[in-house]
RNA sequence: GGGCGCAUAGCUCAGCCGGUUAGAGUGCUGCCCUCACAUGGCAGAGGUCGAAGGUUCGAGUCCUUCUGUGCCCACCA
């Protein structure tokens, strides 16, 4: 035991643990109707990610639970895997193709797949590997990607089975474009972000009234181009005249009508809005009402098109400079203003998205919507922090369909062919297989769609498909069955852990499609988590540079530290800046430090934790009633604070008790007492039971004392929780160590005042009035003694003399040091002077408050007892510190 | 434009149901390298709990308004 380092050496030990815990499968949870289960599935990160401070933080979480509920003994799973993440996927693989001077169209379909497997198969584990190294106890056999082969006949499955229902459906309809990525993108995927642009009022002349026109407001001036009216509001006075009137449209000279509708509001812009039914969303509102042309003047990579006659070929921001140069030449450019909005932009490029008219797949929403509502208002799922559930709900009661086609090659190949054979329109077969040929024509001339499912649209059946559904019950096979216990054994899961940007993408989505498609809530806690950001308060991303990255952090600091210095920060959004994770880092130190003060000391033959509890409880001496009672009361507010999310204050509850109470007093009181069986073997107890119980925040550390205890040939992982022990738990044992430690701490502070050399001896007399507090001094002499460097104590019904004493008071506890000649007898005046008018204001507010009618009726009963008896204790101090003052002459 | 947070020691934050003298970490000051740990020990200084009202016997804690700050949502072109 010798070899013990004085520094915990994470470097060398976590990855030996890393991969134990994965060899041995320890993490591994099947269907065992003999225990309960407890599951949780990995918001699975993109294939194309790397760990940074986010996903620490989220996965440290996950683990705390997990580990915990493994402690208290069910049978847990927690749910790896990794996201295919369709447009980040293809981006990246896109960029390996630049760099050849290619594009995806250049090399086809089909090399490109290829080219995206094969950069999976290669990088696409590496967020794994660095979720390990974080000490993630997942079921890593598990470990799902949302496009294996049983994972995709789900998509498919969900996808005919709403079909069938009636809630997909296509459409040509106004959507986000992104076009950089010339994809589609949800309403979600379109980021919308403040901007400084500008409001350009444009005079568009009527046709049968020279010289008179309308001023219209836009901010994208180049959509004058697919203008096919001017809309006012029905009852705006100011252009009753004109409704029905022909406008003729600038430049491009079309003829368009003037109609009324009442989405125009009067009092925005000058009141009439120019309609541009293919590049806005209400223009595309009002002109199926009205019957517009719908006149798309773009193509998929935004650069104008045909429609827009001399300004073909350019972009739509060149496009825009030109209209503006052109509308000024023809003298139509009434003003421009300046107008902040907010702009989309497409969440994966960050390219500005488009307004764009395309035919695409939707979910119908509000039928899937309506249970997942009455499941959270039911309280079936319950959102933690609870303010998140209004968000939630908001968004649910307003939402819209959902488009899920995306004109990209990676991922879920949407399960429709078109029939050449057969009218557009009735022409669409949906299926999970191939089919042969048409059911309507036997045409076998037929076409699969060519866009993918937004990848959410997989990630949404996480919880179950990731457990074998849909295969359930559909065979017999041995195989299968397993399958099917796996899933109606861990299905619903118990607790979500996400960051609340997820709520709207993922949360809502599962539990919509798990109501849907098992009948049942995929989890009844959704936990939101705070976002990390730097010390400025800004988001962490490597674009700014300020990201600090948690594998630097683990290979500085290691695993636990960056654990639980993330864990203690997350009562709220994180400021995280390097040195916050010292915390962890030293506290880590301070656990093994322990762990080897008690391990040089206590020979392993000698390691009996049971033996103390032999021994009569009144026969042990405070300090050891104490720190069992201070044990005793943490564990069981620790459990608590697990049970209800409160991470931060499990880890404070943990700091407190090992670092302040179990190493600063009892092991400090007690390193002389080794050779005594009983301490011993309460030393040795508390330090096995607390790495039990710091063991779901640091894994590491604790997993590594454990071994060097032996005790058990079984990882700390798997060893049961600590029991309660409601008989240890001691309130007189506590306030009677705390008058010690307080009257300590004071006469400490005297010798510190005074100068008084560490290793000097003094004496010291201490006084009280109380019979019961004499004797808990006098049992506790010797504790006095070595805490303080006594030579001789002397308790006694009063204080000697002052010659030349320095004197104080604790509770109705009084002492007097005698320093002789170097008190300085006015600063020692002065310091008592100061004492008592503090007690004296203490006693003053208090005496009013007891004089007080209303105080005595009105306020609870054991109030008032206490505050009786404080202000007796108080007075008591006070005559004490009188009788002090007095005594300095 | 709506909605939601936050404001407590120099800094970062705890403070659950309103009830003793408001806590911790870090930083700062002083003393200690005492044979588990200087990533440590002991002791200390430092707060009119953002502002103003209100409810209450009693408010950091509940209510209202305001100020500052952050986030989310939204089809005012």
Redesign the pocket.
């Known amino acids: 035991m010798n070899e013990?380092p004085?520094?915990?050496i994470f470097n060398d030990i976590e990855p030996n643990w890393c991969s134990l815990w994965e060899n041995t499968n320890i993490f591994h949870g099947s269907a065992n109707p003999a225990k309960k289960p407890y599951s949780i599935v990995i918001p699975p990160p993109n294939v194309t990610g790397i760990l940074h401070m986010g996903h620490a933080l989220n996965n440290t979480l996950q683990d705390i639970i997990i580990r915990y509920k493994r402690m208290q003994g069910h049978e847990t799973c927690w749910m790896p895997g990794t996201d295919h993440a369709g447009i980040a996927t293809q981006n990246v693989v896109e960029r390996q193709l630049a760099q050849e001077g290619k594009t995806r169209y250049d090399i086809g379909r089909e090399e490109m797949l290829a080219r995206l497997w094969k950069w999976k198969e290669e990088y696409g584990g590496t967020i794994i590997n660095q979720l390990k190294k974080l000490g993630s106890s997942c079921d890593w056999a598990r470990t799902r990607f949302t496009m294996d082969d049983d994972y995709s006949d789900a998509v498919k499955e969900v996808f005919v089975r709403l079909y069938e229902k009636g809630l997909i459906y296509r459409g040509r309809y106004i959507i986000n474009w992104c076009p950089r990525c010339q994809t589609a993108l949800s309403?979600?995927e379109?980021?919308?972000r403040?901007q400084q642009g500008a409001?350009y009022y444009i005079r568009y002349p009527l046709k049968n009234d020279a010289g008179q026109y309308v001023i219209?407001?836009?901010?994208?001036p180049e959509?004058m181009l697919g203008d096919t009216a001017v809309?006012v509001?029905p009852e705006d006075p100011r252009y009753q005249h004109l409704i029905g009137q022909t406008i003729t449209l600038p430049i491009i000279k079309r003829d368009i009508p003037v109609v009324a509708d009442a989405?125009?509001?009067?009092?925005?812009?000058?009141?009439?809005?120019?309609v541009?039914p293919a590049h806005?969303?209400?223009?595309f509102?009002i002109g199926t009402r009205h019957k517009l042309a719908f006149v798309n003047i773009m193509h998929a990579d935004a650069v104008l098109n045909e429609a827009a006659g001399d300004f073909s070929g350019l972009d739509r921001f060149e496009a825009r400079e030109a209209i503006i140069e052109t509308l000024k030449e023809l003298k139509l450019l009434e003003k421009v203003e300046p107008?902040t909005?907010?702009v989309g932009h497409c969440y994966r490029c960050h390219t500005v998205v488009e307004p764009y008219l395309s035919q695409q797949w939707f979910v119908k929403m509000k039928p899937l919507a309506e249970p997942a509502v009455q499941a959270v208002r039911e309280g079936k799922i319950k959102f933690t922090?609870?303010?998140?559930t209004?968000?939630y709900l908001?968004?649910m009661e307003?939402i819209?369909d959902w488009c899920i086609s995306r004109q990209i090659w990676w991922g879920h190949r949407i399960p429709v062919w078109y029939c050449q054979d057969c009218e557009e329109g009735q022409n669409i077969i949906v299926s999970k297989t191939t089919p042969a040929s048409c059911p309507r024509c036997q045409s076998s001339r037929l076409i699969q769609d060519e866009d993918v499912l937004d990848t959410w649209f997989s990630s949404w059946l996480w919880p179950f498909a990731t457990f074998g559904w849909p295969r359930q019950g559909e065979t017999t096979d041995d195989q299968i069955n397993e399958v099917n216990n796996d899933l109606s054994f861990f299905y619903p899961t118990k607790a979500l852990f996400t960051a609340?940007?997820i709520?709207?993408f993922w949360v809502a989505r599962m539990i919509m499609a798990g109501l849907e498609f098992m009948g049942e809530i995929p989890f009844s806690d959704v936990y939101i988590h705070g976002?990390v950001?730097d010390?400025q308060?800004?988001?962490m991303s490597k674009s700014l540079g300020n990201a600090i990255d948690p594998l630097e952090i683990i290979k500085e600091?290691g695993a636990d530290?960056l654990r639980f210095s993330l864990i203690?920060?997350s009562?709220?959004?994180?400021?995280i800046s390097k040195?916050?994770f010292?915390?962890g880092?030293?506290?880590?130190?301070?656990i093994?430090?322990?762990?080897?003060?008690v391990l040089?000391?206590i020979p392993p033959e000698k390691r009996d934790p049971e033996f103390f509890q032999t021994l009569e409880k009144e026969q042990m001496d405070l300090p050891s009633r104490w720190i069992l009672s201070r044990f005793y009361t943490t564990l069981s507010h620790v459990s608590q604070a697990i049970e209800t999310y409160?991470f931060?204050?499990a880890e404070?509850l943990i700091?407190?008790f090992f670092?302040?109470n179990y190493?600063?007093?009892y092991?400090?009181i007690n390193?002389a007492n080794f050779n005594n069986a009983g301490i011993s073997s309460i030393i040795f107890f508390i330090l096995e039971q607390s790495i039990h119980l710091i063991h779901p925040f640091m894994p590491f550390v604790t997993e590594e004392i454990w071994d060097q205890i032996k005790r058990n040939p079984k990882p700390l992982s798997v060893q049961a929780w600590p029991g309660h022990g409601p008989q240890w738990e001691d309130q007189k044992a506590e306030d009677d160590m705390q008058l010690l430690?307080d009257l300590?701490?004071?006469i400490?502070?005297v010798?510190?005042?005074w100068?008084i050399?560490?290793?000097q001896e003094i004496d010291c007399f201490l006084s009280s009035q109380d019979e019961t507090q004499t004797a808990l001094l006098q049992d506790n002499a010797s504790l006095l003694k070595t805490s303080l460097k006594i030579r001789n104590l002397q308790i006694a019904e009063s204080l000697p003399k002052n010659e030349g004493n320095s004197t104080g008071v604790v509770?109705n506890v009084t002492f007097a040091i005698p320093l002789g000649n170097i008190i300085d007898v006015h600063e020692e005046q002065l310091r008592l002077q100061k004492q008592h008018a503090?007690?004296e204001k203490?006693i003053l507010?208090?005496t009013k408050?007891l004089q007080?009618?209303?105080?005595i009726?009105?306020?609870?009963a054991d109030?008032v007892e206490?505050?009786k008896?404080?202000l007796q204790?108080?007075e008591n101090?006070q005559q004490d510190i009188k009788k002090l003052l007095a005594s300095l002459g």
């Open positions: 013990l004085p520094r915990f309403d979600e379109a980021e919308h403040e409001l219209v407001a836009t901010t994208r959509t809309a509001h989405f125009v509001d009067p009092a925005f812009g000058t009141g009439a809005v120019k541009t806005d969303p209400n223009d509102e107008h909005h907010a922090p609870e303010r998140w209004k968000v908001n968004w307003n819209r609340s940007e709520i709207f976002t950001r010390a308060g800004r988001k600091y530290a203690i920060n009562g709220q959004d994180l400021y040195e916050k010292e915390i880092r030293n506290f880590a130190n301070k093994w430090n322990a762990c080897r003060l040089l000391n409160r931060s204050e404070n700091y407190e670092w302040k190493c600063d007093w092991l400090e390193k430690i300590i701490t004071d400490r502070n010798r510190a005042q100068r050399k560490p290793q509770k503090e007690i203490l507010n208090l408050r007080n009618d209303s105080f009726q009105k306020a609870p109030v206490k505050e008896n404080r204790e108080l101090k």
